[in-house]
């Protein structure tokens, strides 16, 4: 069964703290996504990586930065995470860059 | 930019009915994709239909693609409980070189 796996379900850090996003596919592909998502703005793109090492920003980078040093885990990094990035942040992984796209079950990420 | 729209946004229904949700884009694709999300959890694929094909079916689930209006809908027949979901739409923008996801469809399900 293919997986997408993210590190916490839920997490609370401080205003000003690093945070870590971990996302772990186990199906081989190449694509990697990180999205955050707020009631009524829908699925915002944050950042996307269609190879190892490669990254290319989506529509809200701003706050952000990502890490993909092997093919399977895809990070996302707060730098200095605010109240503003309060939000349910989901990973998702694909074969080819408009293919189905498998989705993790999310990070519920407080910050206060 | 988010290409795909749904419509409406919010549904009730009950038990045992169709529901019907459309989604409505703005560029020229070549496949368009359907999605569930159950509360608090992550996405899910339905299906995919491509832009040649007029018509899909998987299970209950109907979706249909009009890309001379540039508009898809899905059905969902004899919904049930567990049918409870958002359903988003899934463009592919290549102008962006991403998928465009549109805002999601909130369905209830009323037993």
């Known amino acids: 069964d293919v997986k997408v796996t993210q590190s916490s379900r839920y997490l609370v850090k401080r205003t000003g703290e690093k945070v870590f996003l971990e996302c772990v596919q186990d199906m081989d592909h190449e694509n990697m996504f990180w999205y955050r998502q707020d009631p009524g703005l829908g699925l915002r793109l944050i950042y996307f990586s269609y190879d190892v090492k490669m990254k290319e920003k989506g529509d809200i980078p701003e706050g952000y930065s990502v890490s993909r040093e092997k093919k399977e885990r895809f990070s996302l990094i707060l730098e200095s995470a605010s109240t503003n990035q309060t939000s349910m942040y989901l990973c998702?992984?694909?074969?080819w860059g408009f293919g189905e796209q498998f989705f993790g079950p999310g990070t519920r990420l407080t910050v206060l | 930019s988010q290409q795909g729209e749904e419509d409406p946004q919010a549904l009730s229904i009950q038990e045992g009915e169709n529901a019907t949700m459309n989604c409505s884009y703005k560029t020229s694709i070549n496949n368009l994709q359907w999605y569930r999300q159950n509360s608090g959890r992550g996405l899910v694929h339905l299906i995919l239909?491509?832009?040649?094909?007029r018509e899909k079916h998987s299970g209950r689930l109907r979706v249909t693609l009009d890309t001379s209006k540039k508009s898809s809908s899905l059905l969902i027949t004899a919904s049930r409980a567990a049918d409870t979901a958002s359903y988003f739409c899934?463009?592919?923008?290549?102008?962006?070189?991403?998928?465009?996801f549109g805002k999601g469809n909130q369905v209830v399900v009323i037993p």
């Open positions: 998702a992984s694909s074969l």
């Open positions: 239909i491509r832009s040649n094909e």
């Open positions: 899934a463009t592919d923008d290549y102008g962006n070189n991403r998928l465009a």
